[in-house]
């Protein structure tokens, strides 16, 4: 398979993740960490959800580590740390400071660093 193919299955892949702790963030507010809550988190449909889009991504994944090695494809799914801080500021209205700009800018980095080298 292509490079291209795996870092696009790869990068969706860390999308869905991303995506799944959005929903789990969001289920989050309201949670008391006892007995009780912890079982009924297993019936809140928002982590429900989560679940399901964190496993999906997660055979996408397995699909990319198939195809790619893990070398590769593991650096590449980093960037859910980019996704997710965008979700996080957009969706969350979480402030993004310099250090964490910083920081994504050189996740970027290295990713591509990576690509250059399949």
């Given amino acids: 398979m292509e ?32 007995a009780k809550e912890i079982l009924a988190l297993f019936k809140n449909k928002t982590i429900l959800l989560g679940i399901l889009i964190y496993f999906i991504g997660l055979g996408i ?16 799914f980093a960037s859910s740390f980019v996704f997710t801080l965008l979700i996080s500021k957009y969706m969350l209205g979480e402030k993004v400071n310099a250090a964490r700009a910083i920081g994504i800018v050189l996740i970027v980095i290295g990713i591509i660093a990576i690509a250059f080298t399949y």
């Avoid at 999308?15 to 799944?20: E, G, P």
């Avoid at 994944?61 to 590769?72: E, M, N």
């Fill in 3 to 34: 490079a291209i193919a795996i870092i696009g299955i790869t990068l969706f892949a860390a999308l869905l993740a991303s995506i799944a702790q959005y929903f789990f963030k969001k289920a989050m507010p309201h949670f008391k960490f006892n």
């Fill in 61 to 76: 994944y397995l699909i990319a580590l198939y195809h790619g090695q893990l070398s590769f494809v593991y650096p590449t």
